[in-house]
């Protein structure tokens, strides 16, 4: 995706650095383009460095390529954070006497603007004016939020964390495909444990789930997402999304009660956890002593597979979707598995991936197959987790359409 971010002169500027990051790691093309006055703030080098790409303010650079209107014609998205009252006042005006004025003017790309300003500013007439205005033309204008300002003082005014920012973008992109659709996630990994303080898991970070789950909200589904001891940056994203219920389990019972509980009302049911095959056949109420020299042997019995028992017991109509990890190198034995799993689990979708010692499990990016009735291969890609995600649901969509359109 190619975003523009708009940076003008607030202290809060330098949160904007973390915004510009987390667009760049999620893989988009990032193009910033600071005010004069903005500068003051963080300087051209730091955005040049965290964007990858060159930064200018001045309509007068770069004019062989038209840059101050190329950049707004190539934009899919114009993020403005921090958006200062003279800056608002400007853009409701449609002034264009820089870079950022220009832009803006030339795009038809959806734009979203973060304020951050003193209380009286933001609850100034003229300023409230000015939203009025940009709120009418479609600008999605996030914040601010009430808090501490720079002065000591508190008050609405504070720009919204970054992270706020880049998830509402991401949902003004998404299309509202899966709009009325009832979404289940499971996400990371279950503990089984031994005694109170150990526990048998697996490196699930829960990523993958938490991207499935916050794509399918950004569609427009509404999704209870069940998360067993995922990463909390990860965590903490989904919790923010006003389409996410989020629920947190422990082991692999806890998990099957939840999800199975919340799958009997939904249309789509996606098992991104990794669910432990085993648990201890006696968890100890105390800890585990070391006694003896000899080693120890634990009992273990098999748990449920809880995405098996969901494909037996699914109402008419629901989508099954379960996740394959495996170690297996060769791609065509790989795809087997995955054939023969899917098979024997029943789902209607299974998403398989390579993992191993340094791949897939907590790294940003990860690379799938999509195996579909039949064991057709319905997509490959490879991508960021939430890149992944939308592919999933893009094949999740066509299928449900394609199904809906015989019955
Ligand atoms: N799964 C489940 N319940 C289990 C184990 C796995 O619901 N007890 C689900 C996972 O959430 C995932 C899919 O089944 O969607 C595949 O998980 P995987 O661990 O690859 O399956 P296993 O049955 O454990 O296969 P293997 O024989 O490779 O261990």
Known sequence: MFIVVGVTGGIAAYKSVHLVRRFVKAGHD??????DDALWFVGLTTWEAISRNPVTTSVHDDVARVRH????????LVVVAPATANFLAKTAAGLADDLLGTTLLATTAPVVVAPAMHTEMWQHPATRANIATLRDRGVHIVGPADGELT???????????????ADIAMTVLAPKDLAGVRVVVSAGGTREPLDPVRYIGNR?????????????????????????????EAAASARRHPRIQTVEVGTAADLQSVVGAAAVGADVVVMAAAVSDYRV????????AKETDDGLTLELVQNPDILAGLAAARPDGQTIVGFA???????ERLLE?????????GADLLVVNEVGWSRGFEQPDNAVA????????????RGSKREIADALWDVVVTARRSRNARE
Do not use: F, N, W, Y
């Open 204 to 232: 699930s970070s829960g990523r993958q789930g938490v991207a499935v789950a916050l794509a399918a909200a950004d569609r427009g589904a509404d999704v209870t997402l069940v998360v067993a001891h995922v990463e909390t």
């Open 69 to 76: 209107v190329s950049l707004g014609q190539s934009a899919d």
């Open 281 to 288: 056949a006696a968890v100890s109420d105390t800890k585990l």
């Open 370 to 381: 999509i195996i579909g009735h039949g064991g057709h291969v319905v997509a490959e890609r």
């Open 325 to 331: 990890a495996e170690t297996e190198p060769d791609r």
């Open 30 to 35: 990032v193009h910033v383009i600071p005010t």
């Open 151 to 165: 002065g000591g003082d508190s008050g609405p005014g504070r720009m919204t964390e970054p992270d706020e920012i």
């Open 337 to 345: 598995r995955g054939r023969r799993k899917r098979e024997r689990k």
